[in-house]
Structure formats: structure tokens, C-alpha cells
């Protein structure tokens, strides 16, 4: 029904993962038995956070996570069947301000040999070698979104930061400034101003993934 | 694992519902979003950044290549995945007791949804059904929902101030200030890192 | 109005109030009890220690109806000191009670309250390692509290909880190590109402009026004349009262179900979770803080202190009856105007003393969103927001959805501010008590989400400003909203908090009922 809110975009996709162990010619795999869901789900946990995740790097992401569905869950009862998946899936949720195809080139050409990694366990993939053909893959594992909640906005996530920065900066401006007089406190906003540079939405800001207020 | 990144938490929640009833909870989406009266308590409650429903069809699992096996499920799916500030016992208790019906609407034909109260069947429900999330990344860990629509607002209001306000006389700017104050007096709470959601270290 | 006289509303639910400890269903100040000690048992072997257990129940004050005002009978009725009793999760244990029953306890209370600092805010100086000597062992297993009229009832019946505990030397010892006056080291806590005058007030150490808003819960026995304003908010604007499990375990609560409990039943229902903090005040710092403020604060002292609390200082009346020098000016002399007709015997003097009263208890913030009359960080709009978190016009189940599951019974007390002159490292402060059905949701949620957060308020990472964890950092602050309408008064900024308030020590207990400590001390509990 909806994956766009506004302009802001909810993506979801389910990529199926390769049964079995990994290339079975790796004898490093073998020692470790391991299957290439487990695979992914290693790099998955490994990945940098924050500041340093793949996603800081990919322009617009508000909120985004991988994981892998195993299966799905009998609902214990009588009266109810007993369903199966026959592949686990890597599940990618992103929630982003803008088109898809722009997001997933950037998140490709960004963040090129982080998404071969992760992706190379899933069906399919091989046939994957540039941004493009990421964003058809991606197309190809895309569920559309019944229901789209946005509870904040769906502005670009630089004008998101730098109103962040702005409105922590002037939080604290406010506080410095009371009981100054009248032409005190006109200069000193001028100065803020030349601070904070309102109409620069890159510099200064907080950036993606920061994890404290302070610059 | 984590599900959580700053002040926000990651949940997925995946819960199989009768193809033909998946049919009526697409309608009662459809009724949501005709009568977004329907969104009200959750807008209010305003501690999701974004949330989704998906429903996935028991054919439409993704197929990739002939070397991938065909699912064949008796059930269609319906995947939850939330970003919401708090932990998870605050975000579940405040849901179940401001809007119950909403919940139950959202949810309603899903097999084995046991209603929003009694809350711990609906605990239980959640958290039975819930996936672990691998890799989750925030764009802002320091802010929650509130603290981005607060921003926004407080931002475009202070670009129109510096607009009409930096010729005026000293006194004329500090009345036009002290009325920009008071208009943004509810965004001028401070941030910092949240408190912790996490039981990892309990 | 309809049910202020009693009659329109009765009480639908009946507790055996005989089974349930006093303090969970009185604040005992409220009946003539000035005065508390406070101690902690530690238990060594289990058998001697049920012993000591089972001849102190008959000391314990259960929750039976007493009449509030002095009737002439009052001493046939009402003891002349009260009793009662908790368990650490660590206490249970000693006491023997099966690891099944010991699992079914809820996570926060087998941890404890140090395990727990990082989600209370008890960081800094208020992290555990400066706690009270008594609380840097892991044995504290009981607390005994004893209230009464005055000292000589608190040191007779301390005297004969000794006696007990020394004809069971090797199953009970009362510990030491609570800080007390002038560097003292003593075996108890002592507690008391702040005196003017001779007589007991509801003064807490910071100048404060303490001790009005409470919650009122079905079945707890109080008058019904209390619960408008104390119960929960409807949408006619009306109160009921709140589910009984909302307090006491074994009963429905709020959200129509039994509250989660251990096994078996007899061992947890009507009984609760009560936590217990030691929360140290700085009056020098405070006092000091607010001169200085006071200074730049367009309005008095008085006003300003209220602008914290929600509350003024002198007599309790909350900001939303009088938000301005100028309106509690007016109260007050309406307030006189009343006493002197009530005085002169003028009987529509003392329904309109009661109307007005009633308006001390009896409000919402629903006509002040803004908060330009109670700030929306007023510790009062902090720790019971009423209906205020509904912001739109029925977008929520009730008013007050968000705070039916987070009210706290609150059961403190002062104490110190005697001995030795008030200042930052005199002994003194209040012994916060809260009772609850789930110490998480109600008490932890209430001081992580509510009074070191701001998220729900929209206030960010603001805090409260009497009780938060600052540390006099610039934006360690409290706004004062200003007004829109009345001559636009811009917001105030309390800006560079320190803090006011550290905590000193305490725990997390469970307060059996009758019928459960009676089979504890027999070892009767069997969740088989
Ligand atoms: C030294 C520490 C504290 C001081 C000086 C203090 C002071 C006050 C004052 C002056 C009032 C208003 C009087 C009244 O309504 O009874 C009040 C009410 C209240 N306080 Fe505190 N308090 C302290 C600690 C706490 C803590 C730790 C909590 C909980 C986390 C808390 C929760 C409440 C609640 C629930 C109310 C009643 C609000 C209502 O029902 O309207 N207080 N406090």
C-alpha cells in the first residue's frame, strides 16, 4: 500500500540466505562449519555502530537494522497448522528520506565491500557487480509496506542534525544569556549566529550516528 | 545482538495470520489510514520515530533462483518493526494501557493475538514472536522522536527570527527575544545520551 | 462533588485489612505519629531466626480501621506505637523459603536497590559506595519500623524489639552502621515530623509542605472524602478509585489482571514491594541556590521555591489554585475570611473551608498545558502527571492511562535537622518510602523516566528540580514557562543546578502479609 510516508521511505526487504555451509572448497569454512547464515549473522554483529556503521555512510538514513530471520514461530494450540521456512532470510529495514534507487546506490558505492560481505551469503547475488544491479536485487527482495507510521518527520537527515545541533546550541545560549542586558545580549546572539551558521545545514552539525551532544 | 541504538530500540515482531483474514487486516489498515482519527493515541503517545506493517502473502516470501527452494506456508505473515524510545516493558505497558483498542486493531486477526489487556498475555504474545535484531544504527542515538520534532520546529523558528529580528533597536530585539522564548518554550529542553534500556549488564 | 460526603459511591471491594500490614494502607503521620525508627535485622541460622520471626508477629500493626480525629476512645483502638515488617530478597533466603517461591519474585526485587543505581540515578555522590556504613554489606535481611506518638513509645518498644532479638543470639542481630547526628554511628534510624512550635508539621527540611498527594486504592479503608484528586482521573472528569493490585499483591489491577507474584499464593497475596531510600538533603546548598535565584526571579522566594515543587512552600497550596504572588495573596485571605467565620461557629464556614481544601488535592493540569501556572517540570507534575500526558482531547484509553500504573504510595518521613544545626553535612533529609506492586514499573519508572528524563514532558534530558541527578552543569536545568496570555512573561531558567538531594542508602522489601510471615515463621511455605 505504502513505503513512502511523504518523503520519507520505509524499505523492506527479505533476502533469502544460501542453505547449507559456506563454498565448500574454503577448507577454513569447513573447519568451522559454518552455514552462511551463521556467516552473515557473525559480519551482522560485528559491524561497526554508530558514527562508524555502514549506514552513517549512506546519505538519508534516519533508522535502519539487519537480522535474519530463522524461521517463524508455531502458535501453540489445537487448532493451528504448523508452518516452515525453507530458507532464512536476511531481513534489511531502512527507514530514509528520499527515492529507493539513490538510497541503495549510496549505500553501494559507499559502503561497496561491507555490502558484498554481507550479501555474499544470499541467493543470487553473484549476479551482483555494481550499484545498479544491487538496487535490482534489493527491488527483487522488497516487500511493500502495509502501513507506514511516521511519528517524527520526513526531512533529509542533514536538516534533522543541524536542527539538533541548533536546538542544543540555543538550549544552552538561552540559559548563558538571562538577566544580560538588552545590547549584551543582541551581540551576543549575533555572535551565536556566526557560531552556529543557521543557513549552513552541513557545517556545523552533529554527525550520523554521533553519540554525544558535544562536537 | 542489539536492539538498541541511543534512545531508540529495534523491535521486529512476526505473526502468522489466515490468508483470507490477512485480507481483512489489510482493510483494517485501510480504515486506519482513511481515519487517521484511528492514529491519534499513538501520535500523542509520540514515542515511535517510524514504524511499519507488513504483510507478507504466503506465496510472496521472495524467490530468487530455482536453487531456492518454494516456501509452502499455510499462513500469510505480518511483520512489525518498530523504532520507539524507551526500553521494551516501557514501550509495551505504555501501549497497552493508553490505546488497547488500537493495538487490538492493528492486530486483530493475527492467530493467536490474545488482546492488548490483560497485559502479560499480550507481553507474552510480543515477546514470543519477536526477532532479535543484529545490526541497528541511528542516525541520532542522543534524541528521540520528541527531540527531532522539537528541533525541526525550533530550527525553522529561529531562522524566521534572525530574519525580521537583527536590524531591530537593542530593546525592540530584546522584546522580539524574550517572545521567541516564550513561543519555544517547549523546545528548549537539553539533550544528552539517554538512560539505560539495556539488561545486558543485569 | 457528588461523592466528597461518602454516600453517593461506596466502597465496592472489602480487603482483610486484618491481614495486611498498617503501613501499606496508612501514612501514619497522618494518625498521630510523629515519630519513627527505622532498623535493619540481619539473620544467621534459619531455625532461631524463624523463632525471632514468629514471636515478633504479634507485635505487627495490621491495616484495621482507626478513626483519624481524636475521639475519646481513640487509646481503645488505636496503639500507642505501630509495627511492622519487611524482607530483602536476601532475608527470604535466610529464612528458608524454597527456591521455587524465592524464583517467582520479580527481577528488581532480587537484585536490590544498589544492583539497580544505574536505572535510579545513583551515580556520583549518590552511588552506593558512599552510602551509610550498613548498606556496604550484602546482609541486610529485615526492616522493623516503629512509629509513634513520641520518643519515650519509640525507645519502649526499640527497647523490647531488643529484648527479642537478644534471646535469639545466634538468629537475629540488629545492625549497625546507619549514619546519625554529630558523626554518630547508630543501630537504627531515627525519624521524625519536622516540629514548629511544639507541635508536628508537614514541613520537610527544605521548607517544604510534604505529604498531601497519595494515591487512593479500592478496598484501602480510607475515608471517600479523600479520593478526589488521590484515585484515578476519568473522562467526565470524575475519580474512582485504583485497583486494589495496583498495591497489594493477589488482587486485580490496572490492567485487569493479578499482578505477577511468587508461589505460592498464600505467600504473596496482600502483600507488596516497598522501597526504601535514604535521601540526604543539602539545605545549605538549596537554600543558598534559591537566594541567589531569588534574586534575578521576577516574583517572591516563596513563589520560586513553588515553581519547583508545584506546591507553595508554606501551606501546600498547588500552583494550579494560585500561580502568582498576587493569587496566593487572595488565597490566603480568602483562607482567613474562612478560619475566622469557621472560629465564630459559622457552619457554611466549614463546607466552604472544605470546598476550598478540597482544591489542594482535588485538580488537573488541563488548564495549563503550557505550564505557565505548574511548570511541566514541577516535581508534583513530574511524579503524578495526572491526565497531563493525555495532550490531545481523547487520543488515549483515560485522562490518565500513562500514570494509573505509575502512582507510588508514599510512606516517608523526615529526619535529622534535631541534633545538630541544618547545613550540606548535618544529617538530615527524608526517608523516602514507596509501596507498590511492581517496584519497576511504579518506582523505577517513575524516578528514570519521569524524574531524571523528560522524554514524556518533551523536555528532553531535563530533570527534576528538586531530586534530580544534577551535578551543576549549565544545562542542569529547570524551566520556568512563562505565559502567553498575561503579559507575556517570558520562561525563567533555573540553570547550574547542584545537587539537592543525595541518595544515602536503602533497599527493596517485601511486606508479607499476616498469613504469609506467620507460615514463613513456621516454614510452611510450599509452592509444591
Ligand atoms: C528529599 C527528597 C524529596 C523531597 C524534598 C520531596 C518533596 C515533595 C514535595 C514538597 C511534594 C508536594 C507535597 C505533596 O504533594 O505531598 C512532593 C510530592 C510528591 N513526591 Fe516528592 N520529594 C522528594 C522525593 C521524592 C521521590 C524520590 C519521589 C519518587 C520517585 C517523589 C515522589 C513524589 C510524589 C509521587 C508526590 C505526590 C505528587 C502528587 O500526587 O501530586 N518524591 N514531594
Redesign the pocket.
Known amino acids: 500500500m505504502a513505503n513512502t510516508s511523504g518523503n520519507a521511505y520505509g524499505l523492506t526487504a527479505l533476502c533469502p540466505i544460501i542453505n547449507g555451509h559456506t563454498n565448500d572448497s574454503n577448507p577454513l569454512y569447513k573447519a568451522a562449519g559454518e552455514s552462511h547464515d551463521k556467516e552473515v549473522r557473525r559480519i551482522l554483529q560485528a559491524l561497526p555502530l554508530n558514527q562508524e556503521s555502514p549506514f552513517a555512510n549512506t546519505d538519508n538514513t534516519y533508522l535502519a537494522r539487519l537480522f535474519i530471520l530463522n524461521d517463524v514461530f508455531f502458535q501453540q494450540g489445537n487448532d493451528f497448522k504448523r508452518d516452515q521456512l525453507k530458507s532464512k532470510y536476511l531481513c534489511f529495514n531502512s527507514n530514509f528520506h528520499g527515492e529507493l534507487e539513490p538510497y541503495l546506490t549510496s549505500l553501494w558505492n559507499n559502503n561497496e565491500n561491507q555490502v558484498r560481505e554481507i550479501w555474499q551469503h544470499c541467493v543470487a547475488f553473484e549476479s551482483v557487480s555494481n550499484a545498479n544491479d544491487f538496487v535490482r536485487y534489493i527491488k527483487s527482495c522488497q516487500l511493500t509496506t502495509t502501513l507506514f507510521f511516521n511519528g517524527s518527520n520526513d526531512q533529509p537527515v542533514a536538516e534533522q542534525l543541524k536542527a539538533l545541533y541548533v536546538k542544543q546550541m540555543f538550549s544552552e545560549f538561552v540559559l548563558t544569556q538571562q538577566g544580560k542586558s538588552a545590547a549584551e545580549l543582541k551581540q551576543a546572539f549575533k555572535y551565536f549566529l556566526q557560531r552556529v551558521q543557521l543557513n549552513d545545514v552541513k557545517s556545523p552539525s552533529w554527525k550520523p550516528g554521533q553519540t554525544e551532544v558535544a562536537l | 545482538m542489539s536492539n538498541i541504538a541511543g534512545k531508540a530500540y529495534a523491535m521486529n515482531v512476526i505473526t502468522p495470520i489466515p490468508w483470507w483474514k490477512a485480507i481483512w487486516q489489510h482493510a483494517a489498515f485501510k480504515f486506519v489510514v482513511r481515519f487517521p482519527s484511528n492514529l491519534k493515541g499513538l501520535i500523542n503517545l509520540s514515542l515511535i520515530h517510524y514504524a511499519r506493517w507488513t504483510i507478507i502473502g504466503r506465496n510472496s516470501f521472495p524467490h530468487l533462483a530455482p536453487s531456492q527452494p518454494k516456501e509452502d506456508l499455510h499462513y500469510s505473515y505480518m511483520m512489525f518493526e518498530s523504532n520507539f524510545n524507551g526500553s521494551w516493558d516501557q514501550y509495551i505497558d505504555s501501549f497497552s494501557f493508553a490505546i488497547p483498542e488500537g493495538l487490538d486493531l492493528f492486530w486483530r486477526f493475527n492467530i493467536g493475538y490474545p488482546k492488548s489487556i490483560p497485559l502479560h498475555g499480550f507481553y507474552n504474545y510480543i515477546r514470543f514472536n519477536q526477532i532479535e535484531t543484529d545490526h541497528f544504527y541511528n542516525a541520532y542515538p542522543c534524541a528521540s522522536s520528541n527531540d527531532v520534532k522539537s528541533a525541526t520546529h525550533l530550527y525553522d523558528n529561529l531562522k524566521d527570527f534572525t530574519e525580521t529580528s537583527l536590524e531591530l533597536s537593542d530593546e525592540d530585539f530584546e522584546q522580539a527575544y524574550n517572545a521567541l522564548l516564550l513561543d519555544n518554550q517547549q523546545y528548549l529542553g537539553c539533550m544528552e545520551a539517554g538512560p539505560s534500556l539495556s539488561l545486558k549488564e543485569y | 462533588m457528588s461523592y466528597i460526603d461518602g454516600i453517593s459511591m461506596k466502597e465496592s471491594k472489602s480487603l482483610d485489612l486484618y491481614d495486611i500490614q498498617g503501613n501499606v494502607c496508612k501514612g501514619y503521620g497522618r494518625y498521630g505519629f510523629p515519630k519513627a525508627r527505622y532498623c535493619f535485622l540481619s539473620f544467621q541460622h534459619t531455625h532461631s531466626a524463624r523463632e525471632f520471626l514468629a514471636l515478633l508477629i504479634e507485635k505487627i500493626t495490621t491495616a484495621e480501621t482507626w478513626p483519624v480525629s481524636e475521639s475519646s476512645d481513640h487509646h481503645r483502638i488505636k496503639p500507642n506505637s505501630t509495627l511492622n515488617l519487611g524482607f530483602t530478597y536476601s532475608g527470604l533466603k535466610k529464612l528458608g523459603l524454597p527456591e521455587r517461591s524465592l524464583k517467582g519474585f520479580p527481577v528488581d526485587f532480587t537484585m536490590g536497590m544498589k544492583a539497580r543505581s544505574e536505572i535510579l540515578g545513583d551515580t556520583g555522590i549518590s552511588a552506593p559506595e558512599h552510602w551509610d556504613d550498613i548498606w556496604q554489606q550484602d546482609n541486610v535481611h529485615a526492616w522493623v519500623a516503629i512509629n509513634a506518638r513520641d520518643q519515650d513509645a519509640i525507645e519502649f518498644e526499640f527497647n523490647a524489639l531488643g529484648d527479642l532479638v537478644t534471646q535469639h543470639p545466634d538468629g537475629v542481630r540488629i545492625m549497625s552502621g546507619i549514619k546519625g547526628p554529630n558523626n554518630t554511628i547508630l543501630p537504627y534510624q531515627d525519624a521524625s515530623a519536622v516540629f514548629e512550635n511544639g507541635l508536628p508539621t508537614a514541613k520537610?527540611h527544605?521548607g517544604?509542605?510534604?505529604?498531601?498527594?497519595?494515591p487512593y486504592f479500592e478496598g484501602c479503608g480510607n475515608s471517600m472524602s479523600r479520593l478526589p484528586g488521590r484515585g484515578k482521573l476519568m473522562r467526565d472528569g470524575s475519580w474512582q478509585p485504583l485497583a486494589t493490585g495496583e498495591f497489594v499483591l493477589g488482587h486485580v489491577d490496572e490492567a485487569q489482571e493479578y499482578p505477577p507474584a511468587p508461589e505460592p499464593k498464600l505467600l504473596s497475596r496482600n502483600g507488596t514491594y516497598m522501597v526504601y531510600?535514604k535521601?540526604h538533603?543539602n539545605v545549605d546548598t538549596f537554600n543558598g541556590y534559591i537566594d541567589n535565584l531569588a534574586k534575578d526571579f521576577d516574583g517572591s522566594r516563596d513563589l520560586l521555591m513553588a515553581k519547583m515543587?508545584?506546591?507553595w512552600p508554606d501551606n501546600?497550596a498547588p500552583l494550579t489554585l494560585a500561580a502568582t504572588d498576587e493569587e496566593k495573596e487572595t488565597l490566603d485571605a480568602k483562607m482567613a475570611s474562612i478560619e475566622l467565620r469557621v472560629s465564630e461557629g459559622d457552619k457554611s464556614a466549614l463546607i466552604e473551608r472544605k470546598e476550598l481544601r478540597r482544591q489542594w488535592v482535588d485538580f488537573t493540569f488541563n488548564d495549563d498545558k503550557s505550564g505557565s501556572r505548574c511548570p511541566v517540570g514541577a516535581?508534583?507534575r513530574r511524579?503524578?502527571t495526572r491526565g497531563s500526558l493525555e495532550t490531545e482531547h481523547k487520543a488515549f484509553h483515560r485522562p490518565g492511562a500513562l500514570v494509573d500504573r505509575r502512582r507510588?504510595m508514599?510512606r516517608g518521613l523526615p529526619y535529622g535537622g534535631i541534633d545538630e544545626a541544618k547545613s550540606d553535612s548535618a544529617e538530615q533529609?527524608?526517608i523516602?518510602m514507596?509501596i507498590g506492586a511492581s517496584i519497576e514499573r511504579q518506582?523505577e519508572f517513575?524516578?528514570q523516566q519521569w524524574?531524571n528524563y523528560s522524554n514524556d514532558f518533551k523536555l528532553g534530558n531535563d530533570k527534576d528540580p528538586?531530586?534530580g541527578s544534577h551535578d551543576g552543569k549549565l544545562t542542569d536545568k529547570h524551566i520556568i514557562q512563562g505565559c502567553p496570555i498575561k503579559g507575556a512573561k517570558p520562561p525563567f531558567f533555573c540553570t547550574q543546578m547542584p545537587r539537592f538531594?543525595e541518595t544515602r542508602g536503602g533497599d527493596y522489601f517485601f511486606i508479607p502479609s499476616i498469613s504469609a510471615l506467620r507460615m514463613i515463621a513456621e516454614g510452611l511455605i510450599d509452592p509444591s
Not at chain 3, 517544604?208 to 497519595?214: S, Y
Open positions: 520537610e527544605f517544604f509542605t510534604d505529604g498531601i498527594g497519595n531510600r535521601l538533603e515543587s508545584g506546591r501546600g516535581h508534583i511524579t503524578n507510588l508514599r533529609g527524608i523516602f514507596s518506582f517513575v524516578q524524574v528538586l531530586i538531594v
